[in-house]
């Protein structure tokens, strides 16, 4: 069975740094799609960064260019979120999701439309001004 988990959440003030982590388990695909995907409350889900293991460049919002980047360490199987100068506005429950086995970048879920095929539990982010 597929597990998705997240840690590194936590509380941090305007202009700080925090780095989420997420490892997968169940499963042995090296050609996968992964991503972070964010949800405030009373707001809709918003994918943030993703990215194809097996190469090519990740994508993110346009709200954290500059601040964010995805990383995968492939040796530990880990995907990585580094977030600096957060923002009040990151604020929310972080889902690290992954689609596994996926033939090309091409075909992976994007920033507009993460529908990707497993999720994990999420992890908090709180942004204090």
């Known amino acids: 069975q597929v597990q998705v988990v997240e840690s590194g959440g936590g509380s941090v003030q305007a202009g700080g740094s925090l780095r989420l982590s997420c490892t997968t388990s169940?499963?042995?695909?090296?050609?996968?799609?992964m991503g972070w995907v964010r949800q405030a409350p009373g707001k809709e889900r918003e994918g943030v960064a993703v990215?194809?293991?097996?190469?090519?460049?990740?994508d993110y919002a346009d709200s954290v260019k500059g601040r964010f980047t995805i990383s995968h360490d492939n040796a530990k199987n880990t995907l990585y979120l580094q977030m600096n100068n957060l923002e009040p506005d990151d604020s929310g429950m972080y889902y690290c999701?992954?689609?596994?086995?996926?033939?090309?970048?091409?075909?992976?879920?994007?920033?507009?439309?993460?529908?990707?095929?497993?999720w994990g539990q999420g992890t908090q982010v709180t942004v204090s001004s």
């Open positions: 999701a992954v689609s596994l086995g996926v033939h090309s970048g091409p075909y992976c879920p994007t920033i507009t439309n993460p529908d990707f095929g497993y």
């Open positions: 169940g499963h042995s695909y090296t050609n996968n799609c």
């Open positions: 990215m194809y293991t097996a190469g090519g460049q990740p």
